[in-house]
């Protein structure tokens, strides 16, 4: 079954339709990606949430104090470039950030309100989130570590976004894709994302093949030969 699609949005709705992250995961493996999930303790906020949407790379750093009158000018600016670096999300996009430690939250609801404005799909956060009522209230799809009402504003600062970052040891890049759900949050490299979705398709269609014939009685040793998926 060979899907087709102009554009991210023609695409992230059809996946959002059938697919769902272990089925993406499975398929990089076989293309020799076998490093793409992140932590399994990053879970979205609302379990139903799915995060679907091209990265933007957030770089975060402790600091030990909210201005400080140092070498780097950056270090006198309170949040650093937090505010420029939401500012800057486009529509799709998911702000991804790491590299500070997990002292404070590094999401809350104003920014949520702001990444709504932008257009934005969603945001995965190394770390803790805030303000949980009002993101569930907002319903914007958010992956943390749990949340944590303690403010980044005395304890990090964002020094960098649409930058290369590592998270788990995962690389993340401007433009690459981010697809999470209650199971896990996986990153799809940008340069194989439409081989990869282009299977996942080809293989959900052939897991409901195998779902109908394991209903029907077959065994899994006799569905796994004629199916090859499982």
Request: proline share 3%; aromatic share 10%; net charge negative.
């Amino acid at each position: 079954m060979s899907m087709s699609w102009t554009n991210d949005d023609e695409l992230f709705a059809m996946a959002r339709e059938q697919l769902f992250v272990a089925v993406v995961g499975d398929v990089l493996d076989k293309m020799g990606y076998t490093h793409q999930f992140l932590s399994p303790y990053l879970k979205p906020v609302q379990q139903e949430a799915v995060i679907l949407g091209r990265a933007m790379p957030v770089l975060e750093a402790d600091v030990f104090d909210a201005e400080v009158q140092g070498n780097n000018p950056l270090m006198n600016k309170p949040f650093g470039l937090m505010f420029e670096a939401l500012d800057d999300l486009k529509k799709n996009e998911v702000y991804i950030c790491s590299g500070s430690s997990h002292r404070y939250a590094l999401w809350g609801g104003l920014m949520s309100t702001r990444a709504i404005m932008c257009g934005a799909a969603g945001a995965v956060v190394h770390g803790f989130h805030r303000d949980t009522t009002e993101i569930e209230r907002l319903n914007f799809p958010i992956a943390s570590f749990g949340s944590y009402a303690q403010d980044q504003g005395v304890r990090g600062k964002v020094i960098d976004w649409r930058v290369p970052i590592e998270v788990d040891g995962v690389r993340v890049r401007d433009g690459d894709i981010i697809f999470g759900d209650r199971d896990g949050v996986l990153v799809i490299p940008h340069e194989v994302a439409d081989e990869a979705f282009q299977a996942a398709f080809e293989k959900a269609a052939t897991e409901n093949l195998v779902l109908k014939a394991l209903q029907d009685g077959m065994s899994t040793v006799d569905a796994f030969a004629k199916f090859g998926v499982m």
